[in-house]
């Protein structure tokens, strides 16, 4: 186990032309506090929970005090941002403490959001507010624990600052970690500024550190785009499956590695509506639910194109194809498992279809309904009520669920079983907007930090049915006004 001060650091980003990054130290917050440390990041790094104790824990994870080994840095990225090209983003409030290095040889990038103002944080204060703090620290791992490719959140801290943004909140800082953060913008602001010699060394170092068994490969950066279009398209078919929404699928939000990045105005659907929009400055819809594979594709093209001095045509033109191949065999897959199905049979995707426009006319909560069907009894109808309950037309569902039942008994599925196995498929606890709210209404209000610990607990094993939870799987009260999230956080 490791204390603050021999976790081992390196900083290969350092090592890479100067162009690439700006070296800068965080701008710490008067008074830092701990308002949340999850021990499961930090056995990532084998650093002792025990840390977290000492008040330098804070200290360090606010900037105030520098690790020994690290030099802090900010990258330079560029992105398309809802379809239109912007030559320079880069890390604007978000600072790379450096790696940590594990005996096991694993690495870890430290990087410190809301750290203050960078070379990139154009007209921004470089400072992130404890809402959404929370709200990227519990969905982190509330996906990983879903089973799905994402950065993972270290801990939260805050302190005496006030960070205006409609209205004045308290400023806090995320530490969050991922072999790696390097974006497919980070490929197109050397595509678009013309350094194709830094592409290739961007490439270069993404393969060595990222993708070794590419190193010697002869066409090695045609498979790197490869295996980024696959990673992709499995990420999407995750977030398709489990109704999760990003609400800004930029390129430069898009990770080199497909995990699941830059959490906003994400959320998770209750109602099921293939039109749902979660950002609320996405007026146009670019970014719904039922768009994001499309998106998927749009952005596989945008790297893609970044990528192509160093690629031939034939091999770019194949990235998105593989992509849409990817993603859509995965959600198949998916969807398979969720309805409790083994074998695949012809007609599978249309009893998915059909279950989804039953669900999306009777607004049914996408992931309860999926969690109750686990209970479905192919010899007693009657016992069916509480899932048919969740339908306005029952006659409509009955008809599916006539058609649901043929389809078990021609794999001859057992009910039993495929309970136990649809319970691990679907999640009987999600990161509900309404829940997050909780979390961080005692927190900005009373500093309060106790629901956000008891979010990570609980969405840390979404499968099991943990006693007196029963309020973390109910959808928002209808009568209560909607919560809403956007780009400005
Ligand atoms: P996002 O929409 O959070 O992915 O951010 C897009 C770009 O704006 C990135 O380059 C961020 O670093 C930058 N940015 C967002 N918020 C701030 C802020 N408060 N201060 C400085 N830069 C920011
Ligand atoms: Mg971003």
Redesign the pocket.
């Known amino acids: 186990m490791q204390t603050l001060e021999t976790l081992s650091f390196d900083n290969s980003y350092t090592r890479l032309p100067e162009g690439f990054f700006q070296r800068v130290r965080p701008t710490p917050f008067p008074n830092p506090h701990l308002v949340s440390v999850n021990p499961a990041a930090a056995e990532l790094i084998h650093l002792d929970p025990n840390e977290a104790k000492r008040p330098e824990f804070a200290e360090y994870f606010c900037g105030a005090k520098l690790f020994p080994g690290s030099d802090p840095l900010a990258t330079l990225y560029s992105g398309h941002q809802f379809g239109h090209y912007v030559p320079q ?6 600072i790379l403490l450096g790696e940590v290095r594990t005996d096991e040889g694993e690495t870890w990038e430290l990087q410190l959001k809301g750290a203050g103002l960078t070379r ?3 007209d ?5 507010i404890l809402r959404s703090t929370i709200r990227e620290y519990l969905c982190g791992e509330a996906m990983h624990a879903l089973g799905i490719s994402t950065t993972r959140s270290l801990c939260i801290v805050s302190g005496e600052e006030i960070v205006w943004r409609e209205t004045p909140e308290p400023g806090a800082m995320l530490l969050r970690m991922a072999p790696s953060h390097v974006r497919f913008g980070t490929f197109e602001v050397f595509f678009y500024r013309g350094q194709h010699e830094n592409l290739k060394i961007l490439a270069d170092y993404v393969i060595q550190h990222h993708y070794p068994h590419l190193v010697d490969v002869e066409n090695r950066y045609a498979r790197l785009l490869h295996e980024v279009a696959v990673r992709t398209g499995e990420m999407i078919a995750q977030w398709q499956a489990v109704g999760w929404s990003h609400g ?1 699928m ?1 390129t ?2 898009m990770s080199i590695l497909g995990l699941t990045i ?1 959490y ?1 105005p994400y959320g998770f659907m209750e109602a099921f509506h293939p039109g749902f929009v979660c950002n609320h400055s996405d007026h146009r819809g670019r970014y719904s639910f039922q768009h994001q594979p499309d998106i998927g594709y749009w952005n596989i093209r945008a790297l893609a194109k970044a990528m192509s001095p160093l690629i031939e045509q034939a091999e770019i033109q194949a990235a998105p194809e593989l992509y849409e191949k990817t993603m859509l065999e995965k959600y198949a897959g998916l969807m398979q498992e969720k309805l409790g199905l083994i074998e695949t049979h012809t007609g599978d995707d249309k009893l998915v279809t059909d279950l989804l426009n039953l669900m999306d006319s009777s607004r049914t909560d996408y992931t309860n309904l999926f969690r109750s069907l686990s209970k479905f009894q192919q010899e007693s109808p009657n016992g069916n009520s509480t899932i048919r309950d969740q339908f306005l037309h029952r006659e409509a569902f009955d008809d599916w669920t006539a058609r649901y039942r043929d389809r078990l008994q021609a794999e001859k599925s057992r009910d039993r079983e495929r309970q136990i196995r649809m319970n691990q498929s679907n999640p009987k606890y999600i990161l509900r907007n309404h829940l997050a709210q909780k979390a961080i209404e005692q927190a900005t209000r009373h500093k309060d930090y106790a629901e956000i610990d008891r979010l990570l607990n609980l969405l840390n094993d979404p499968f099991t049915e943990q006693p007196g939870m029963e309020a973390y799987a109910i959808p928002q009260d209808s009568d209560s006004s909607p919560i809403i999230v956007s ?1 400005s956080s």
């Open positions: 983003l880069g890390d604007g409030r978000a990139f944080s154009r921004g204060d470089g400072r992130a800004v930029n430069d939000n830059d906003g780009c």
